[in-house]
Each structure stands twice: as structure tokens, then as C-alpha cells.
């Protein structure tokens, strides 16, 4: 009995944890073109992994749980703003409406850069958040569909989604949801909208880098899209929270297995 009692809490915990870790899946890395490149201008992405899904109320009451210091009555205010998790009840219970399955919002990117470390992981870079997320159901690039384009700019233009469930959009090409359709997310370089081609990798002329400023060209679809989530990103600072605003990890490969 005492050793059948020991395998079932074993088991039991194993479950546990699993649950609260998020799968990720291996990107297989390329090339790609950012927001007002052009074709002498490629990017380098190298192969790492993502998360399938954004961090979750449930992964992030745990992580709050254990580590106190990011509880909503104890994070130092220069860490996170006076929004953060405004909505839960108290530091380790959500607010009545919020489902343990939604995305994490309300969180600084301080908050969130300390969750991915934690997992032994880290913030996706703009480029890598933006490389997975060209790709439809079918496609790794799928930015030139004009059905595509129209499904992203049809989400920005409605109330935010962030109390779904996550899995509640689409699986794309490299079986990651919820990229578009749920909550804008943080990346380790959210602010990095005017950079040098030395703070990037592989860029090969930096006199055609982006900018901001270049949003009177977005004439199409895809890039007004992208623009739209460049200027988000352009806005914000590390202690900023917003209750649409969200997080995924990635993890660089390394030759390692998951």
C-alpha cells in the first residue's frame, strides 16, 4: 500500500507540472524581409523553439505563487505599473470572469522576461515573433494572401479576445496558435523600432533599415498590419501593462531535444 500510495503522488505531481509547462515546437529558421524592406535587406533567423501557446492565467498565478516578489502587492513599482494584474482578486486568485485557460495579461515585460527565465527560457525577439507569425495553416509565409492580410486587420478593428481560451484561433504552419486573433504579446526587444544593423543580426545594408516614420508608405495590407503592431510595441515601456497584452517563451535550440 505505501509504495502504491508513493507512485500515486509521484504521478500526481508529474501531471502537475506537465500542466504547467507550455509545450513548444522547433522553428526551423530562414530568412525574411521586416516591415519596409526591401529585397537587399533579409534578416537571419536562426533555428530555435516556441511556445505552442501564450502563457496562461493558471501557468501565471503558479509563477506568482512561487516567487513572491512579482505578486500585485509586492512588485516594486519600477518593474510594473500601477495596472498590473489589476483584475485578480488578490496576489494569487483571479478575478471572477478571468478563465485559468486565457492568456496572462496585465503584465509587465519585466514580469514576463522574469517568468520565461524561470522556465529556463526566454522572450521571443521581434524578428523571431514575427518570422512565425507570417505563416497561415498552410504557409510559412502566407503575408501576400490578401484573405490572410484582411483575417489580421479584421481582429485589430474588434474589442480585444483576451479572456479566450487560448488554442481559440488558428494552428499555423509551424503549429503555433493564437499568434493573431487573442492578445498583442511582449518580445525581449519590444522597443527596438530604429536600430543599427550592428543590434541585428545578418542585416545587410543598414541604409534600408525601417522605421516607424515609414508608415505613409503602408499602403497594403501587410504592411499596415505589421505597422499597426510595430507602433504598439513603439509605445510601450518595460513597466507598462495592458489588459490585451500578453506573453509567449521561446528557447534557443542549441542541438537540445525538449
Same mark, same amino acid.
Given at each position: 500500500?505505501?509504495? /502504491?500510495?508513493?507512485?500515486?503522488?509521484?504521478?500526481?505531481?508529474?501531471?502537475?507540472?506537465?500542466?504547467?509547462?507550455?509545450?513548444? !515546437?522547433?522553428?526551423?529558421?530562414?530568412?525574411?524581409?521586416?516591415?519596409?524592406?526591401?529585397?537587399?535587406?533579409?534578416?537571419?533567423?536562426?533555428?530555435?523553439?516556441?511556445?505552442?501557446?501564450?502563457?496562461?492565467?493558471?501557468?501565471?498565478? $503558479?509563477?506568482?505563487?512561487?516567487?513572491?516578489?512579482? $505578486?500585485?502587492?509586492?512588485?516594486?513599482?519600477?518593474?510594473?505599473?500601477?495596472?498590473?494584474?489589476?483584475?485578480?482578486?488578490?496576489?494569487?486568485?483571479?478575478?471572477?470572469?478571468?478563465?485559468?485557460?486565457?492568456?496572462?495579461?496585465?503584465?509587465?515585460?519585466?514580469?514576463?522576461?522574469?517568468?520565461?527565465?524561470?522556465?529556463?527560457?526566454?522572450?521571443?525577439?521581434?524578428?523571431?515573433?514575427?518570422?512565425?507569425?507570417?505563416?497561415?495553416?498552410?504557409?510559412?509565409?502566407?503575408?501576400?494572401? $490578401?484573405?490572410?492580410?484582411?483575417?489580421?486587420?479584421?481582429?485589430?478593428?474588434?474589442?480585444?479576445?483576451?479572456?479566450?481560451?487560448?488554442?481559440?484561433?488558428?494552428?499555423?504552419?509551424?503549429?503555433?496558435?493564437?499568434?493573431?486573433? /487573442? !492578445?498583442?504579446?511582449?518580445?525581449?526587444?519590444?522597443?527596438? !523600432?530604429?536600430?543599427?544593423?550592428?543590434?541585428?543580426?545578418?542585416?545587410?545594408?543598414?541604409?534600408?533599415?525601417?522605421?516607424?516614420?515609414?508608415?505613409?508608405?503602408?499602403?497594403?495590407?501587410?504592411?499596415?498590419?505589421?505597422?499597426?503592431?510595430?507602433?504598439?510595441?513603439?509605445?510601450?515601456?518595460?513597466?507598462?501593462?495592458? $489588459?490585451?497584452?500578453?506573453?509567449?517563451?521561446?528557447?534557443?535550440?542549441?542541438?537540445?531535444?525538449?
Amino acid at each position: 500500500m505505501t509504495v /502504491l500510495r508513493w507512485i500515486f503522488c509521484v504521478l500526481f505531481l508529474w501531471m502537475n507540472n506537465a500542466n504547467c509547462q507550455s509545450k513548444m !515546437v522547433a522553428i526551423k529558421g530562414g530568412t525574411y524581409i521586416p516591415l519596409y524592406g526591401r529585397d537587399s535587406l533579409k534578416v537571419a533567423i536562426a533555428d530555435f523553439y516556441m511556445d505552442v501557446y501564450p502563457v496562461t492565467n493558471q501557468q501565471f498565478v $503558479k509563477f506568482v505563487a512561487q516567487n513572491p516578489k512579482w $505578486k500585485r502587492s509586492k512588485v516594486i513599482a519600477l518593474f510594473a505599473d500601477g495596472n498590473y494584474l489589476m483584475d485578480w482578486k488578490s496576489d494569487t486568485v483571479l478575478g471572477e470572469q478571468q478563465s485559468l485557460k486565457a492568456p496572462i495579461t496585465s503584465v509587465s515585460w519585466f514580469a514576463a522576461n522574469a517568468y520565461c527565465e524561470c522556465q529556463g527560457k526566454r522572450l521571443p525577439t521581434i524578428d523571431e515573433w514575427e518570422y512565425v507569425a507570417m505563416a497561415n495553416a498552410d504557409l510559412p509565409d502566407a503575408r501576400q494572401l $490578401k484573405t490572410y492580410n484582411e483575417y489580421i486587420l479584421g481582429w485589430y478593428e474588434k474589442p480585444r479576445t483576451f479572456n479566450n481560451d487560448i488554442g481559440s484561433t488558428f494552428k499555423n504552419y509551424w503549429e503555433v496558435y493564437d499568434l493573431h486573433g /487573442l !492578445v498583442w504579446e511582449w518580445t525581449s526587444d519590444f522597443n527596438s !523600432v530604429l536600430v543599427s544593423g550592428e543590434s541585428r543580426k545578418d542585416v545587410d545594408n543598414d541604409s534600408n533599415l525601417f522605421c516607424g516614420s515609414a508608415a505613409i508608405g503602408a499602403t497594403d495590407l501587410m504592411n499596415y498590419a505589421a505597422f499597426m503592431r510595430y507602433a504598439i510595441r513603439g509605445s510601450l515601456k518595460a513597466k507598462y501593462t495592458m $489588459k490585451n497584452l500578453g506573453f509567449r517563451c521561446a528557447k534557443d535550440k542549441k542541438n537540445e531535444t525538449l
